[in-house]
């Protein structure tokens, strides 16, 4: 057989296997009868968590306390049960708010994820340390190292002794699984990837613009699921202003946006929640969810196409003034 027969073949069949694994993740995708909201299976670990992800870093804007308090317990109550948050979001509030909401017994109720965002031994300790007094815990049932934006922060993970500290922190019971989250470059999470380490989860982008322009779903999502690598969608709405590029640039509705981050082998999609009402509307949608079918995730694909190849919208993944400032000041670069 020709050479060049065969790699064509070897190529249809890894695509083959990669989109049997993906639909294997839709597959897995739960009644909400029984826990309020659908629920996946976060890759390798075999816990159930719901595909929506309440947003740390938005929780965390909200001014009253009392109001971030009250819309957690109320996305508890309606089955939406995977926080996210990261020890840097807000300087500490976000955490802080989020241990509020989950004193009382709410704790056992979630999948309680923060991030880390030292690649050192020693800090990363600190950070664990400060992460589970704000949110009032003495586990985390996911910590990720946060923002592997920059080219080396692999490697500093592995070299500083980041990694070594999970790894003892997941011994002595205070971690349970451990992942990594970017925003920034499919190959850094590639280089991640590769690292001599097994993944519980990997956090990055996912959107109607991400298929066009340094696609973390082309060249990231077929890896994790591969390797049995948990995804976590975030930016769904591609962030920016107060409602997301995709709403005020493009208008696109947001249920729309979302229904297609969830039709992509995602086990969730972190949301930003601010307000009861968009609580309510992100229950809704992810309640009814149904996955889309070609025919629709191509209309609306073909909607962005033209403003998505160039970046343009998703600036976190080319401009450092999106990273966050205390990476920018860990690579020496400045916060303004």
């Known amino acids: 057989m020709p050479a060049s027969r065969r790699k064509f073949l070897q190529g249809s069949a890894t695509a083959l296997s990669a989109a049997a694994l993906a639909d294997e993740v839709l597959a897995q995708t739960s009644s909400a009868s029984a826990t309020g909201l659908p629920t996946r299976i976060l890759g390798r670990t075999g816990q159930r968590v719901s595909i929506l992800s309440l947003g740390g870093w938005h ?16 996305a508890i109550d309606e089955g939406l049960t995977f926080f996210d ?9 976000s955490e802080e708010v989020m241990g509020k909401a989950l004193a009382g017994g709410k704790r056992d109720k979630v999948f309680l994820m923060t991030k880390n965002c030292e690649r050192d031994y020693a800090g990363s300790l600190r950070n664990l340390e400060d992460s589970l007094r704000r949110l009032r815990t003495d586990h985390l049932d996911l910590w990720q190292f946060h923002e592997m934006v920059y080219d080396n ?18 011994a002595a019971g205070k971690v349970r ?6 925003h920034k470059d499919p190959r850094i999470h590639l280089k991640m990837l590769a690292k001599p380490f097994d993944w519980d989860s990997a956090q990055m982008p996912i959107n109607l613009l991400d298929r066009f322009y340094r696609s973390f779903q082309q060249e990231v999502v077929p890896v994790c699921l591969r390797k049995n690598v948990g995804v976590i969608g975030m930016k769904g709405l591609a962030g920016g202003g107060t409602e997301g590029r995709l709403i005020e640039k493009l208008g696109m509705r ?14 969730s999609q972190v949301v930003g929640i601010t307000t009861m009402a968009q609580l309510r509307a992100d229950i809704t949608m992810a309640r009814n969810f149904k996955p889309m ?42 916060v303004g």
Not at 59 to 74: F, L, P, Y
Not at 85 to 93: K, T, V
Not at 307 to 326: C, I, N, Q, V, W
Request: hydrophobic share 35%; with cysteine.
């Open 59 to 74: 929780i965390g804007s909200v001014k009253d306390d009392n109001e971030a308090v009250r819309i957690m317990h109320a």
């Open 85 to 93: 948050n990261a020890w840097d979001y807000h300087d500490g509030r």
């Open 153 to 170: 922060d692999p490697d500093w993970v592995f070299e500083k002794g980041g990694l070594k500290a999970a790894l003892e922190a997941k």
């Open 177 to 182: 699984f451990i992942g990594f989250t970017g």
């Open 254 to 267: 947001a249920d729309d946006c979302y229904r297609y981050c969830l039709s992509q082998p995602v086990t």
């Open 293 to 334: 079918a070609a025919t629709e995730r191509e209309a609306l694909l073909s909607r962005v196409k033209d403003e998505a190849a160039d970046g343009r919208h998703e600036l976190f993944k080319s401009a450092k003034t999106y990273d966050g400032p205390h990476h920018r000041r860990q690579h020496g670069f400045d």
